[in-house]
């Protein structure tokens, strides 16, 4: 059961559009269930020529409007609509006074047995809803207060599912995202839009943050999706960034400028501060980001994100003390060498990736000819800009193992999660929140539609309650490596195996969050991971025929991964699996497809 809040400037109105035909002649048999006074008092009495008198009931809802004059609400009328769910059963007029009853208790606005509560009443037009129409005046001359009224709703709709056994829905516990209100669905409706502007937005927002390891690569993720950046600054603090806003170049208001939303009008862990402590050590606001790990990396992976970082140091740094301060301000251990003439004099450098057992140490010229010191310090002496990490750096044998070992991340981060299954799941908030950074990314990345949907299902999942930024963990670290990985693989050379792995790994993911969910106590989260999940299996699914075309991969090798794997939603033997017939019926694939 859901109740939705809305506010007004005239009861009259409302009260007549409620026993009104409705905009569709959905209205039938309109009436009181429940009020300040019994139904029968204030049911609106008909006229000879079968209209109804709404006079006398319309004086008794505007009357304590009069006690309060000037210190009235500018919006007095309080409308809300409360909704059952398709497959609960049909509630008797009895049934439903007590949900406005619990209602207006919880509010506060009308408590049992105050007299000089606020005057409502509760009008029943269908089977499945009721709406509860009250104006935001005490009888005593006080204005009640309505803040925070939203939460209350959702407390009173679950002790009402509790009671007459209706479907559970989720608590109010702000985990949702912001949803585009009707102007912004109508705006895409006339712009020829697949989704409003928000969405849109979320969803960039979300990939960059979760790509990103610093608030600069944040902001520079999003300018190079073409999306528009505007920075708050602090009053206080001269150059403080305090906040940001985002916008689409070709969404424009009427004034013909950009439509900007705030983070927090995207998502509430899409905060400015929120997205610091996501990136700073720990999680919990330490300066400096989260350093880079060679953990869940083979040698391969290892070596291209060093090299990766290094060249991106380099390119902003001009001089090899400040070279080496933004490597070790990216996460890496460093070790300079120093001249043996002039002790003072570096003359070349080393880096490993924290996080191992054994440091595997890689000096410049190991890592690329053009990273040597000596090689960087004439570009730097000659003011020349390199031309930054581009996608055609990395091999293809490279970007082939950033996606097997973030495959492998995404297993560890599985097997952490069983752990916390048996012993304690509430440890595993962390996982659950940096899941959505894997997912966005995977979909950003191999620019699949159903990975997209994954991601954009799951995203409800994903958060912790009341917006709390949970501990960093070791699954949650994997996950954010599995992010990271993909980043810097980019989308070129992408090699539908190991796609496929990463989606069966990912699958297997999803399947344990929603087990955690339930054992949380929070179905609508685990509703939410488990069609996440299907979205994942509909991807495996489209691109299975194309792994088996003898020009793409050899079918031992897509069977041993997916076999590894099996998938939880697979069709019947002999169905297709889109489930438009059976599979031998159909013609083969004759072209190459990728994720």
């Known amino acids: 059961m859901i109740g939705k809040v809305q506010r007004g400037k005239r009861v009259q109105g409302l009260v007549r559009y409620l026993y009104g035909p409705g905009r569709c002649e959905e209205h039938r048999d309109p009436h009181i269930v429940a009020g300040f006074r019994t139904p029968g008092e204030l049911e609106p009495e008909l006229r000879a020529d079968g209209r109804r008198d709404f006079r006398r009931l319309d004086g008794l809802l505007?009357?304590?409007?009069a006690l309060l004059g000037e210190r009235n609400y500018h919006k007095p009328v309080w409308h809300v609509s409360v909704r059952a769910a398709p497959e609960d059963p049909i509630l008797s007029d009895g049934q439903w006074a007590e949900v406005a009853h619990e209602l207006m208790s919880r509010t506060g606005l009308a408590r049992d047995?105050?007299?000089d509560a606020v005057r409502w009443v509760a009008v029943r037009h269908a089977d499945d809803h009721i709406h509860v129409v009250a104006t935001l005046a005490r009888a005593d001359g006080i204005r009640p207060e309505v803040w925070n009224d939203g939460y209350r709703i959702r407390d009173a709709c679950r002790e009402v599912e509790r009671r007459f056994g209706l479907r559970s829905t989720a608590p109010a516990d702000r985990t949702a995202a912001r949803r585009p209100k009707r102007a912004e669905i109508a705006k895409a409706a006339r712009a020829?839009?697949?989704?409003?502007?928000?969405?849109?937005l979320r969803r960039h927002v979300a990939a960059a943050a979760a790509?990103?390891?610093t608030e600069a690569g944040f902001f520079a993720a999003l300018e190079a999706e073409g999306v528009g950046v505007r920075k708050r600054y602090s009053t206080r603090f001269a150059g403080q960034v305090t906040g940001y806003a985002v916008a689409m170049p070709d969404d424009v208001g009427p004034s013909g400028q950009p439509v900007w939303f705030g983070g927090g009008k995207l998502a509430s862990d899409l905060?400015?501060?929120?997205?610091?402590c996501r990136w700073s050590v720990e999680g919990h606001g330490r300066p400096g980001p989260r350093p880079l790990s060679g953990r869940h990396l083979s040698a391969r992976t290892a070596r291209a994100v060093v090299r990766t970082t290094v060249r991106r140091a380099a390119d902003e740094a001009r001089t090899a003390e400040e070279f080496l301060d933004l490597l070790q301000r990216q996460?890496?251990?460093?070790?300079?060498?120093y001249s043996r003439l002039e002790p003072d004099q570096i003359t070349g450098y080393a880096v490993a990736l924290p996080d191992t057992e054994e440091p595997v140490w890689y000096t410049g010229g190991r890592l690329a000819e053009d990273l040597s010191l000596p090689r960087l310090q004439h570009r730097w002496s000659a003011q020349e800009r390199g031309t930054g990490i581009e996608e055609g750096e990395l091999t293809f044998e490279e970007r082939q193992a950033f996606y097997d070992d973030a495959a492998q991340a995404a297993a560890y981060a599985t097997s952490q999660l069983r752990r916390h299954l048996a012993t304690d799941p509430y440890r595993a908030a962390d996982a659950c929140w940096a899941a959505s950074d894997a997912l966005h990314v995977a979909a950003k990345v191999t620019g699949n539609p159903h990975l997209g949907h994954a991601a954009d299902t799951y995203d409800r999942a994903a958060r912790a309650p009341y917006g709390r930024i949970p501990r960093a963990s070791a699954a949650g670290n994997a996950l954010r490596t599995t992010a990271r990985l993909l980043t810097l693989a980019g989308t070129q050379d992408r090699g539908t195996v190991s796609i496929l792995l990463l989606v069966s790994r990912l699958i297997t993911l999803l399947d344990t969050l929603a087990q955690l969910r339930?054992?949380?106590?929070r179905q609508a989260q685990a509703d939410a991971a488990r069609a996440a999940s299907q979205h994942l299996s509909r991807a495996a699914a489209d691109a299975g025929p194309a792994a088996w075309h003898e020009d793409l991969v050899q079918p031992s090798q897509f069977q041993l991964a997916m076999a590894a794997f099996p998938n939880p939603w697979a069709p019947a033997s002999g169905v297709a699996a889109d489930g438009l017939g059976p599979a031998a019926t159909r013609p083969p694939t004759s072209q190459r497809r990728t994720l």
């Open 518 to 521: 339930i054992l949380q106590q």
């Open 62 to 65: 505007t009357q304590p409007l």
């Open 331 to 337: 996460g890496l251990l460093v070790k300079p060498r």
């Open 211 to 213: 790509g990103a390891r």
């Open 113 to 115: 047995g105050d007299e």
């Open 271 to 276: 905060t400015l501060p929120k997205l610091r």
């Open 192 to 200: 020829g839009r697949d989704e409003p502007v928000r969405g849109v």
